[in-house]
Nanobody, 123 residues
Framework: QIELVESGGGSVQAGGSLRLSCAASGFPFDSYCMAWFRQTPGKEREGIITLRKVGISVYADAEKGRFTISRDVAKNTLYLQINSLKPDDTAMYYC?????????????????WGRGTQVTVSS
């Protein structure tokens, strides 16, 4: 059974940092593209950053270097480091596994989702 479990969210002040984790199980973790998405109420879920087998694709503010994605294959865990947090980063953050052979650059490419972890940034 495939499972993705996020953790590490919380309430932080603007300017702070968080590292989100996604514990993966039930599939060969190093064989799939993985990604982080986020969603705020009333808005569509948006991709933040994708970890490919070779290279990384970044979107939106991730291009400014505030978001870093990595994976620890030995621990079957995906990470998202977020620095210089802003109130606009307040959202539910989701870990995503791409469909086999596809990198989850958008919602339609996602095969499995975690349940999410809430990040709240206060000014």
């Amino acid at each position: 059974q495939i499972e993705l479990v996020e953790s590490g969210g919380g309430s932080v002040q603007a300017g702070g940092s968080l590292r989100l984790s996604c514990a993966a199980s039930g599939f060969p973790f190093d064989s799939y593209c993985m990604a982080w998405f986020r969603q705020t109420p009333g808005k569509e879920r948006e991709g933040i950053i994708t970890l490919r087998k070779v290279g990384i694709s970044v979107y939106a503010d991730a291009e400014k270097g505030r978001f870093t994605i990595s994976r620890d294959v030995a621990k079957n865990t995906l990470y998202l480091q977020i620095n210089s947090l802003k109130p606009d980063d307040t959202a539910m953050y989701y870990c995503a596994r791409g469909r086999y052979g596809v990198c989850p650059d958008s919602i339609v490419d996602v095969g499995d989702w975690g349940r999410g972890t809430q990040v709240t940034v206060s000014s």
